[in-house]
């Protein structure tokens, strides 16, 4: 494995070029869009690295046809304890819309018994970059999480997946705390409404005709009795932090993630007129702050710093002053620290004439990244459908799964295998000679 020298190289000594800049802009006025341009963008560095790398890791896939599987987000566990159990989403379609009438099979892979399928469940609440939010719950090693819809309202299902006992919570989860016991919900079927892709079809929103109701929020749910409390509403934020012309704006939240120690959470304010706006708040709702604007995506470092994508990854500090350091300069993709935060992973969206997503190490000792694969996206997997890689650790950090169509059988699950490359990180780079 051959370590690219981010100090070095041309594409990170300049700044991102006139394409890639209108992309940026344009992305922070219209949001729900950047992704869909990102995938028509080309960058040259791509082919530069791809003739600096080495023997890339293993890559094999755990899903195969006729259906198609896929896990969606990175922020969330999607392995087991033991790392020997790998959940999944499972459909008989692509390239369109889900319909209300639409049913996934939800399951969990075998790793060490051939990949083998365990059906867990259904679900008629998903979005195809989302999901259902399938995941194991933290803390517990033997129960999963996922949201459907029962009747007039979207719920969370908690199964027990030794027992086979299900039981039902009242809402849809969006994120749950590092001990387990809560979860951050957010709106839906306001989600659905203002963006596709995210939100969940089947219950229409109530308040579409609303500009920031009071009605609709984020709320905090026990995950065990099911108690459910409103923290704040869309219009709390739009009284508290009004946008330029409130008149044109429309608000919703989507995006939440919990901090390492649970005492705060982060969440995305976003809608038309609105673009997009990082809050942090106590785990109670409180002491909310605008951290950041024009904010893509992030992951916390530690409890007081974030790591966002805008423009370049930078650092964010939890204090409310919307400064940031710049850590390396790259393009969107979906990042996540490794335990020891030595090393973060993330990937990038469909690049070059070969629309080749890549997924990387960085490694911030020396500064330089580990290319880990690139995996060709068809031109039909754009917009509301398209599969982004969305790069999963295992629990000990030493595998990363990934969603992708480059196989030819559609969007599969594909796991690489990292050992080898954290086991012999890349040495600092050798200044260049002056002349």
Known sequence: ?????????????????????????????????????????????LDTLRRKVGTLPATRAITHGPKFHWFGYYDKFQF?????????????????????????????????????????????????????????????????????????????????VRSGKRRTLPRPIHHVSPDGHWALVTDVARVGEMRAGYGYVGIPDPNRDAAAPAESGLWKMNLDTGETELLFSLADIARDYPTKHPEKSKHYFNHIQWSPDGSRFLFLNRGRGVGTRMFTAAADGSDRRLVHLASSHYTWRDPKTILVWSRDYVLVDDNASLASTILWRAPNGHESYLPGN????????????????????????????VPLGFFASPEQYGGEWRCDTHPRLSRDGTKVCIDSPHGGNGRQMYLIDMKDILANPPKPATPKTAQ
């Open 1 to 45: 494995m051959t370590p690219i020298d981010r100090t070095h190289h041309p594409r990170f000594q300049t700044r991102l070029p006139v394409v890639w800049a209108a992309w940026l802009v344009f992305s922070l006025v219209v949001p729900w869009l950047s992704c869909e341009v990102a995938a028509a963008a080309t960058d040259p560095f």
């Open 80 to 160: 087991d304890p033991t790392d020997r159990y790998v959940l999944s989403m499972e459909v008989d379609f692509e390239h369109r819309s889900p319909r209300p009438d639409d049913v996934i099979g939800i399951g969990m892979i075998d790793l060490e018994d051939g990949n083998r399928w365990i059906e867990l469940g259904t679900s008629r609440a998903w979005c195809w970059q989302q999901g259902c939010m399938l995941q194991w719950r933290p803390g517990s090693d033997r129960e999963v999480l996922w949201n459907d819809r029962e009747g007039d309202r979207f719920v969370c299902r908690v199964l027990d």
């Open 342 to 369: 030595e090393w973060i992973v993330t990937d990038t969206y469909p690049m070059g004439s070969k629309r080749e997503q890549m997924v990387y190490l960085h490694h911030l000792p020396t500064r330089q990244f």
